[in-house]
C-alpha cells in the first residue's frame, strides 16, 4: 500500500484557500478592475501568495519546534485542542476581517494576505501534516496508520510549498477566470460560506487527530 | 448563519439595478409633540397588493422623545468587498438612531418584514461613554461594520464625528475617528470605497439647530460650509474644502456608486447673498479636492403675508434644498425643494453639466400645491427626504425635515405625507396618484425600501 496521499492532499489545502474568495484571488480581481488592467492581477499574486506563505510559514515553524520539544502524545492532544478550538470558535463567533482599504501597495497586501491567512487558521490544518511528516511508524497511538515512506523522509518545508503551489495555482486560475468569462456577478451565487465549512473541517480534523 | 450570499448583495451598482421590484418600504415617523413616542412605519409598494400605498403597521418607540430621523442596514453590497468580506451575514437588521435622544434601537425584520420587532436598545449613556458622541444621525454599513455619524457631545457641543458600531452584536466599539485634524461640525457622511476615502459635511452642532435655526448664527454664516476627506483605512483627516461661508449648511453627500470614480454631489441648503440653494459636485484627486457649484435654485419673489415670520423680511421664499439623492447608474439626481415645494430631476451624466429633465410641485410654503390623489386639498410641508429605488424607476418622497425647524418653516403644522413618483427611462418625473400615504399624526422623514435602495449600499467593484 502507498501513502503518496499526503502530498494531493497537502495540494488540495492548498487549493481550497485558493478557491476561497475571501483569502485572495478576489481582492486581485478588484484591483484589476479598478484599474481596468489585468496587469493588476499578476502584480497582486506575488504579494499575496507571500503573505499567506509567511502566515503558514509561521504556525508550522512554531508546530515543528513544539513536536520535537514534547512528546508524540502530547503535542498530537496539543494540535487537537488548538484545530477543535479554533473550529468551534469560527464556527460560533463568525465576526470578520476589519480591514478598510484597497489601496494597498505590495506591503500593505502582504499584511493583508498575512493577517486574513493567520486569522483564517489557514496554517493550522498543517498540524496534521507536522504530526505525520518525520514521525516513526512505531508512535504510540500511530498504529492504525502506517507511515508513508516519503512522507517520513520529506521535510516540512516541502510540505508548506506543495501547499502554497497549490494555494497560488487555484487562486490564479480563479482570478482569471472570474476576471475573463464569468465577471463578478458569479459572487451573487458561488460564493459559498466557506469560512463556515472551514470551521467544520478545523473541528473535524481535531477530533480525528485527537481519536486515531 | 448563511450558505450563500445574502441575495440583495450586489457587487455593482449596475448589478443592483437588477433587483426585484421593492414590496415594502420602511419610513421612520416623527411624533409631532416631542414628549410622544416615535414610529417605524412600514408601507406597502406592491402595486397588486390591496393595500398598496398604505401604511401596513407602525412600529412604536419605547421611549418618548427620539427624533427618528435616519437609519439604516446592518450590512448591505459593501458585504462583497474583498478585503473585509462578509457576505454571509444577513440584511435583516434596520437600525435607528434618535437624533435627540441618541438611542439605538436595532429592528429584526425576520421573520416577518412587515412587523420588525426591537431586539436590541443601546442607551444614550452607553452611547456617550463608548464614543464620547451624541445626536446620532447618518447610519452606513460598510468594510469595518455599522457606522453612524453624530452632530456633537453630551453637553451639546462640538466636535461631531463618527461612531462605529459591530454589526454582529451591535455593540458600540468607539469613536471612529484617529485623527481629525480640524474638523468640528458633522452631519453627513459616505465614501468613494475604490480610494479608501470618506467625505463628510456639516451641518450644526446640537446646541446651534435643536431649538430651531438661530438667525443670528446663520446671517453670521457659521452653520456649516466645509467638506472634510478622511483615510477610511487609516481614520484621519486627509484635508477640507470649503463651499465658502455665504452657503449655510453643506448637507446631503451622493458620491459617484462607481468605486473608479471620485466625485460626488452635495447641497447647500441657503446662500446668505440670495436666499439660494446649490448643488455642487466635489472631486477627489488622490491628495486633494475640489468643489465646483453646477446647479444653482433662486428663491422666489413672495408677499410677506405668505411667509412665516422667519422669512417675511426677505419677501422671498427659499428653496431650501435638503435632501438629494442619485440613481444606482449615477444619471439621474433628484433634488428636494422644501421651501419651494418642488422636487427636481436632473440629468448628470456629466456631472459638471447637469440638464432639469424632470420637475413636479407639491406642497410649498407658499405654493401648497395638492397632490392629485386629494383633489382640492392644498398640501403642507414640501418634498424633503428623497430615496430611489434600485432600478431607478420609482422615487419615494416624504415632506418633514426636523420638528424645530418644521415649526419655523411651516408654522400652521405639518400634515405628514410620503408620496411615490414614477420616473421615464430617459428622464421626466409624474406623482403616483394611487399612492398617498398619511401617518396620523406622526410626520415622515427618512425612506429605507426592503433589499436596499440608492442611498443604501455601497459598491466595492465598478458596473
Known amino acids: 500500500m502507498t501513502h503518496n496521499w499526503v502530498w494531493p492532499a497537502l495540494f488540495l489545502l492548498g487549493c481550497y484557500h485558493g478557491i476561497n474568495p475571501g483569502m485572495g484571488w478576489l481582492f486581485a480581481v478588484a484591483l484589476a478592475l479598478q484599474e481596468r488592467s489585468v496587469r493588476a492581477i499578476w502584480l497582486a499574486l506575488g504579494p499575496i501568495t507571500l503573505g499567506h506563505l509567511m502566515s503558514v510559514m509561521a504556525i508550522v515553524g512554531i508546530a515543528v519546534i513544539l513536536k520535537a520539544a514534547v512528546p508524540g502524545l502530547v503535542f498530537r492532544a496539543g494540535a487537537a485542542a488548538v484545530l477543535l478550538g479554533m473550529g468551534l470558535y469560527r464556527g460560533i463567533r463568525a465576526r470578520h476581517f476589519r480591514w478598510a482599504g484597497l489601496r494597498v501597495g505590495f506591503w500593505g497586501l502582504t499584511l493583508w494576505a498575512f493577517l486574513m491567512a493567520t486569522g483564517h487558521g489557514a496554517g493550522l490544518m498543517m498540524l496534521p501534516f507536522v504530526n505525520v511528516l518525520d514521525a516513526s511508524p512505531a508512535t504510540p497511538g500511530m498504529a492504525g496508520m502506517a507511515m508513508p515512506a516519503d512522507a517520513r523522509n520529506a521535510s516540512w518545508l516541502a510540505a508548506v510549498g506543495v501547499h502554497t503551489a497549490g494555494y497560488l495555482g487555484a487562486m490564479t486560475a480563479v482570478a482569471f477566470i472570474v476576471y475573463r468569462y464569468f465577471g463578478v456577478r458569479i459572487l451573487r451565487t ?7 465549512m472551514w470551521a467544520v473541517a478545523l473541528a473535524v480534523t481535531g477530533v480525528i487527530l485527537l481519536l486515531t | 448563519m448563511q450558505l450563500r450570499p445574502d441575495p440583495t448583495f450586489y457587487p455593482s451598482a449596475k448589478l443592483a439595478m437588477e433587483a426585484p421590484r421593492e414590496q415594502l418600504a420602511y419610513v421612520a415617523l416623527l411624533a409631532v409633540d416631542g414628549h410622544a413616542h416615535d414610529a417605524l412605519a412600514v408601507v406597502d409598494c406592491d402595486p397588486q397588493s390591496a393595500g398598496y400605498g398604505r401604511a401596513i403597521t407602525e412600529i412604536e418607540m419605547p421611549s418618548e422623545g427620539d ?20 457576505p454571509h451575514v444577513e440584511r435583516r437588521y434596520l437600525i435607528l438612531t434618535g ?14 418584514p412587515t412587523l420588525p420587532r426591537i431586539v436590541k436598545t443601546v442607551q444614550a449613556e452607553e452611547v456617550v461613554r463608548r464614543s464620547g458622541y451624541t445626536r446620532l444621525h447618518t447610519t452606513h454599513c460598510g468594510p469595518e461594520g455599522v457606522y453612524i455619524s453624530a452632530l456633537g457631545d453630551a453637553e451639546g457641543k462640538g466636535p461631531g464625528g463618527v461612531l462605529l458600531l459591530d454589526h454582529d452584536d451591535f455593540k458600540i466599539v468607539g469613536r471612529w475617528e484617529s485623527d481629525r485634524g480640524p474638523q468640528y461640525l458633522a452631519y453627513d457622511f459616505f465614501w468613494h470605497l475604490g480610494h ?21 448664527l446663520l446671517l453670521g454664516g457659521r452653520y456649516g460650509h466645509q467638506l472634510h476627506f478622511w483615510d477610511l483605512r487609516r481614520h484621519k483627516h486627509l484635508t477640507s474644502v470649503d463651499l465658502g461661508a455665504e452657503h449655510q449648511m453643506a448637507l446631503e453627500l451622493r458620491p459617484s456608486h462607481d468605486p473608479t470614480k471620485t466625485y460626488g454631489f452635495v447641497n447647500s441648503v441657503v446662500s446668505l447673498k440670495d436666499l439660494s440653494s446649490a448643488i455642487w459636485v466635489w472631486q477627489w484627486d488622490g491628495k486633494k479636492a475640489d468643489v465646483t457649484k453646477v446647479i444653482e435654485i433662486p428663491a422666489e419673489p413672495a408677499a410677506a403675508e405668505q411667509l412665516p415670520p422667519l422669512l417675511q423680511g426677505f419677501k422671498a421664499v427659499p428653496p431650501l434644498v435638503t435632501d438629494i439623492d442619485l440613481s444606482l447608474d449615477d444619471r439621474f439626481l ?12 436632473y440629468d448628470v451624466s456629466d456631472p459638471w453639466k447637469p440638464t432639469l429633465t424632470g420637475s413636479v410641485h407639491l406642497g410649498g410654503i407658499v405654493r401648497r400645491t395638492e397632490h392629485p390623489a386629494r383633489p382640492g386639498e392644498p398640501r403642507n410641508g414640501g418634498p424633503q427626504m428623497v430615496e430611489i429605488s434600485r432600478d431607478g424607476r420609482r422615487v419615494y418622497v416624504t415632506n418633514s425635515l426636523y420638528r424645530s425647524w418644521d415649526a419655523q418653516f411651516y408654522p400652521d403644522g405639518i400634515d405628514g405625507w410620503m408620496v411615490k413618483l414614477d420616473t421615464g427611462a430617459n428622464g421626466g418625473i409624474t406623482l403616483d396618484k394611487n399612492f398617498y400615504v398619511t401617518f396620523g399624526s406622526r410626520r415622515p422623514h427618512q425612506v429605507r425600501l426592503q433589499g436596499g435602495d440608492a442611498s443604501s449600499d455601497s459598491y466595492c467593484y465598478p458596473p
Open chain 1, 190 to 196: 458561488a460564493w459559498i460560506n466557506f469560512d463556515l
Open chain 2, 67 to 86: 427624533e427618528l430621523h435616519h437609519f439604516g442596514w446592518n450590512a448591505c453590497s459593501s458585504a462583497l468587498c474583498p478585503y473585509a468580506p462578509h
Open chain 2, 99 to 112: 437624533l435627540r435622544s441618541s438611542r439605538i434601537y436595532i429592528l429584526d425584520t425576520k421573520p416577518d
Open chain 2, 196 to 216: 479608501d476615502v470618506m467625505v463628510s459635511s456639516e451641518w450644526g452642532t446640537p446646541e446651534m439647530i435643536e431649538n430651531g435655526v438661530v438667525p443670528e
Open chain 2, 334 to 345: 433628484y433634488v428636494s425643494c422644501w421651501g419651494t415645494g418642488e422636487l427636481r430631476q
